[in-house]
């Protein structure tokens, strides 16, 4: 799980509030700051496509950072997190259409509803642990799709709903352009909350519960309690994300929420780092740009004995879901702390350069 | 009511039943031993069928060459699974595990989409397919011959179990680790050994799948349906696994049956194993025979 922090030697903190800042050092701080000012500078600079790329990592690393509370923080395995995702999506959608209410209240609501379903469906994880609440994780899966195939009046059945699009005050954000912002501004405010969550008592206990839940037990930490809100706040955030994703799409069809989004949802908290909150967003990049730099591969190896022989142009959507699993194995295997562990890794080797210790 | 109709489907559901008890029991067989959940089942029996398929309709071997070297290459298969990929992992945390398999799922079932295409397949014909009476009803041939072909593997599994000196290693190593291994029985050996004999058993339920239905990326859905019947039984009973598949079946038809003459929700079919998977997790998470875990959560 979660690798050391490397902290240079003598970094000796004398306070509870120097142990649990948000930033270790002020050139973090600092740095952080100076990304966020700098990527708000994305849509004049990029390009659409650049830009569409960004606004994916965006929303799909909300939904990974709900999946890392669950799995990442408190332990638990869910099989089923691209249901919730379809879930905040659908709910968002009806939420503005049926009732009218603006867009801008429609997205968090969407993540109220779906963490309530979410809490439902963690219920078992009261009960179960381990692998068997994996296998109930699957369970919700399969019935919450069939739900959306059944359930016409809320999902539009097999035609796709629309979704309004993003306004706020009556000024409506079309376009790419405008909806990045938005978009930033919920990836800058979750990454916040986590952030805050995990240096909460209550993201503790999660930790306890994920680090030795025998002894977190007998600390007075309700297992059952925690185990069932990890699921709520996963579902929160999946919700979310999904919101983001149908208004972005303006449109929410019945596609894109089986078992296989969950496994890349899986993917990428498992390649960003499980329990590490930047990581998530490494890893969610790493994921959205494999299939386009797959995608680019193709291009560039047009017409060589390599296409000739792989057949890439008709059989690329495998090769991409091949690669996806391949990913995923070599990284358990060879980096199980994930892209954040490299990078910290990185980070110490140039700050101790050229003394390797 | 329509009794005939609920006879057929009951008969259809007891020979998709047992099917599901093998594919279980070979499930099972993988937990048990390596106490690995194995989330690439289906899979395995996909492999199987298209390889066999591949072998008869490219290679024109005969039916009765073309099984053998099959169930050889799914064994060699299995063997190759643990070693290259399984038994790395061991000592990981079970999500890395649940993760790999899962990962090796989404692996096989594109590389088979790759190399055959997603189309349904008919695969050659190997029996004359016939309707035969019994007791007034009308009973396919193939169903009867995936019936049997069930019931022979089942029994050679308890065989197994029960009589050969390796089954008797095996149950050692799944009861205690470090106790087996004192007696000098090779865990490495075993884990490998269980994960070959799982693959070549699922071979074998995929290619009486294909008899029965083609060939098509939709055999993997029968890993899926393990865990209801897994889960139903108690996941480290082999016993409870079959039972536990066949009562899936069973019920899965009997969803069929009360969709199509009084609900109309349509699907029912499909989505009545997981209800019922939700519903045995919440009452009775250890199934009908499987070990209680003492300690409780």
Same mark, same amino acid.
């Given at each position: 799980?979660?690798?050391?922090?490397?902290?240079?030697?003598?970094?000796?903190?004398?306070?509870?509030?120097?142990?649990?800042?948000?930033?270790?050092?002020?050139?973090?701080?600092?740095?952080?700051?100076?990304?966020?000012?700098?990527?708000?500078?994305?849509?004049?600079?990029?390009?659409?496509?650049?830009?569409?790329?960004?606004?994916?990592?965006?929303?799909?690393?909300?939904?990974?950072?709900?999946?890392?509370? !669950?799995?990442?923080?408190?332990?638990?395995?869910?099989?089923?997190?691209?249901?919730?995702?379809?879930?905040?999506?659908?709910?968002?959608?009806?939420?503005?259409?049926?009732?009218?209410?603006?867009?801008?209240?429609?997205?968090?609501?969407?993540?109220?509803?779906?963490?309530?379903?979410?809490?439902?469906?963690?219920?078992?994880?009261?009960?179960?642990?381990?692998?068997?609440?994996?296998?109930?994780?699957?369970?919700?899966?399969?019935?919450?799709?069939?739900?959306?195939?059944?359930?016409?009046?809320?999902?539009?059945?097999?035609?796709?709903?629309?979704?309004?699009?993003?306004?706020?005050?009556?000024?409506?954000?079309?376009?790419?352009?405008?909806?990045?912002?938005? !978009?930033?501004?919920?990836?800058?405010?979750?990454?916040?909350?986590?952030?805050?969550?995990?240096?909460?008592?209550?993201?503790?206990?999660?930790?306890?519960?994920?680090?030795?839940?025998?002894?977190?037990?007998?600390?007075?930490?309700?297992?059952?309690?925690?185990?069932?809100?990890?699921?709520?706040?996963?579902?929160?955030?999946?919700?979310?994300?999904?919101?983001?994703?149908?208004?972005?799409?303006?449109?929410?069809?019945?596609?894109?929420?089986?078992?296989?989004?969950?496994?890349?949802?899986?993917?990428?908290?498992?390649?960003?780092?499980?329990?590490?909150?930047?990581?998530?967003?490494?890893?969610?990049?790493?994921?959205?740009?494999?299939?386009?730099?797959?995608?680019?591969?193709?291009?560039?190896?047009?017409?060589?004995?390599?296409?000739?022989?792989?057949?890439?142009?008709?059989?690329?959507?495998?090769?991409?879901?091949?690669?996806?699993?391949?990913?995923?194995?070599?990284?358990?295997?060879?980096?199980?702390?994930?892209?954040?562990?490299?990078?910290?890794?990185?980070?110490?080797?140039?700050?101790?350069?050229?003394?390797?210790? | 009511?329509?009794?005939?109709?609920?006879?057929?489907?009951? @008969?259809?559901?007891?020979?998709?039943?047992?099917?599901? $008890?093998?594919?279980?029991?070979?499930?099972?067989?993988?937990?048990?031993?390596?106490?690995?959940?194995?989330?690439? /089942?289906?899979?395995?029996?996909?492999?199987?069928?298209?390889?066999?398929?591949?072998?008869?309709?490219? #290679?024109?071997?005969?039916?009765?060459?073309?099984?053998?070297?099959?169930?050889?290459?799914?064994?060699?298969?299995? @063997?190759?699974?643990? @070693?290259?990929?399984?038994?790395?992992?061991?000592?990981?945390?079970?999500?890395?595990?649940?993760?790999?398999?899962?990962?090796?799922?989404?692996?096989?079932?594109?590389?088979?989409?790759?190399?055959?295409?997603?189309?349904? /397949?008919?695969?050659?014909?190997?029996?004359?397919?016939?309707?035969?009476?019994?007791?007034?009803? /009308?009973?396919?041939?193939? #169903?009867?011959?995936?019936?049997?072909?069930?019931?022979?593997?089942?029994?050679?599994?308890?065989?197994?179990?029960?009589?050969?000196?390796?089954?008797?290693?095996?149950?050692?190593?799944?009861?205690? /680790?470090?106790?087996?291994?004192?007696?000098?029985?090779?865990?490495?050996?075993?884990?490998?050994?269980?994960?070959?004999?799982?693959?070549?058993?699922?071979?074998?339920?995929?290619?009486?799948?294909?008899?029965?239905?083609?060939?098509?990326?939709?055999?993997?859905? #029968?890993?899926?349906?393990?865990?209801?019947?897994?889960?139903?039984?108690?996941?480290?009973?082999?016993?409870?696994?079959?039972?536990?598949?066949?009562?899936?079946?069973?019920?899965?038809?009997?969803?069929?049956?009360?969709?199509?003459?009084?609900?109309?929700? $349509?699907?029912? #079919?499909?989505?009545?194993?997981?209800?019922?998977?939700? @519903?045995?997790?919440?009452?009775?998470?250890?199934?009908?025979?499987?070990?209680?875990?003492?300690?409780?959560?």
């Amino acid at each position: 799980m979660a690798g050391p922090t490397l902290i240079p030697a003598g970094d000796f903190r004398t306070s509870y509030a120097a142990d649990t800042t948000v930033f270790p050092t002020a050139t973090s701080r600092n740095a952080m700051i100076a990304g966020i000012v700098l990527i708000c500078f994305a849509p004049h600079v990029l390009n659409e496509y650049s830009l569409s790329l960004l606004i994916q990592i965006g929303i799909f690393g909300i939904a990974a950072l709900g999946l890392n509370i !669950v799995v990442g923080f408190t332990g638990q395995i869910s099989i089923g997190h691209a249901a919730f995702f379809g879930f905040g999506a659908f709910t968002s959608a009806y939420l503005s259409n049926r009732f009218g209410i603006p867009v801008f209240f429609c997205i968090p609501l969407a993540g109220i509803v779906t963490a309530a379903v979410g809490l439902v469906f963690g219920l078992p994880a009261a009960r179960l642990k381990g692998l068997y609440l994996a296998i109930a994780t699957l369970a919700a899966q399969y019935i919450l799709l069939d739900f959306f195939a059944r359930a016409e009046w809320f999902t539009g059945g097999s035609v796709p709903a629309s979704a309004e699009p993003f306004s706020i005050l009556g000024f409506s954000l079309r376009g790419d352009k405008k909806y990045f912002y938005v !978009v930033l501004a919920y990836v800058v405010v979750c990454y916040l909350l986590v952030t805050n969550l995990i240096r909460s008592r209550d993201g503790r206990a999660l930790i306890a519960v994920r680090d030795h839940y025998l002894s977190a037990e007998m600390m007075g930490i309700n297992l059952t309690k925690y185990r069932t809100l990890s699921f709520g706040l996963a579902a929160f955030f999946a919700g979310v994300g999904g919101a983001l994703y149908a208004h972005y799409n303006q449109v929410v069809s019945n596609e894109g929420f089986g078992i296989d989004r969950s496994i890349i949802f899986l993917a990428m908290i498992i390649i960003g780092g499980l329990g590490s909150i930047m990581g998530t967003l490494m890893g969610t990049a790493f994921m959205v740009l494999l299939p386009e730099s797959m995608e680019w591969l193709s291009v560039a190896l047009r017409g060589s004995a390599i296409d000739q022989f792989l057949g890439l142009k008709n059989n690329i959507a495998f090769l991409r879901e091949m690669a996806i699993g391949i990913i995923i194995i070599v990284f358990l295997v060879f980096e199980p702390d994930g892209l954040a562990h490299r990078w910290r890794q990185i980070k110490a080797y140039w700050k101790l350069y050229p003394f390797s210790h | 009511m329509n009794t005939q109709l609920l006879i057929q489907l009951l @008969i259809n559901g007891l020979v998709v039943g047992t099917l599901y $008890g093998v594919v279980a029991m070979s499930f099972v067989l993988i937990y048990k031993a390596t106490q690995v959940v194995n989330f690439a /089942q289906g899979e395995l029996l996909l492999v199987g069928a298209w390889v066999c398929w591949w072998l008869l309709t490219k #290679y024109q071997v005969p039916f009765y060459l073309g099984m053998p070297i099959t169930l050889v290459f799914m064994f060699l298969f299995g @063997i190759a699974i643990q @070693i290259v990929i399984l038994r790395p992992m061991i000592g990981e945390p079970i999500i890395s595990v649940i993760m790999v398999t899962i990962a090796l799922s989404t692996v096989f079932s594109a590389l088979m989409k790759w190399m055959f295409g997603v189309n349904l /397949q008919p695969f050659p014909r190997i029996f004359e397919t016939q309707n035969i009476n019994i007791l007034g009803l /009308q009973v396919q041939t193939v #169903y009867l011959m995936s019936l049997a072909v069930s019931l022979a593997m089942m029994v050679g599994m308890a065989w197994f179990f029960r009589l050969s000196k390796y089954g008797l290693a095996m149950r050692a190593t799944a009861f205690n /680790q470090q106790v087996a291994q004192s007696l000098g029985i090779s865990v490495k050996s075993v884990f490998a050994m269980a994960w070959a004999i799982s693959a070549t058993v699922s071979a074998v339920a995929g290619v009486v799948v294909a008899v029965v239905n083609g060939v098509s990326a939709g055999l993997s859905a #029968y890993g899926v349906k393990v865990f209801p019947a897994a889960i139903l039984g108690g996941l480290d009973s082999v016993g409870g696994a079959v039972l536990g598949g066949i009562i899936i079946g069973l019920l899965e038809n009997f969803a069929h049956f009360l969709d199509s003459e009084y609900l109309h929700w $349509g699907n029912l #079919y499909e989505i009545a194993p997981f209800y019922a998977l939700i @519903i045995i997790l919440m009452i009775k998470p250890y199934g009908l025979f499987g070990t209680k875990d003492i300690e409780r959560v």
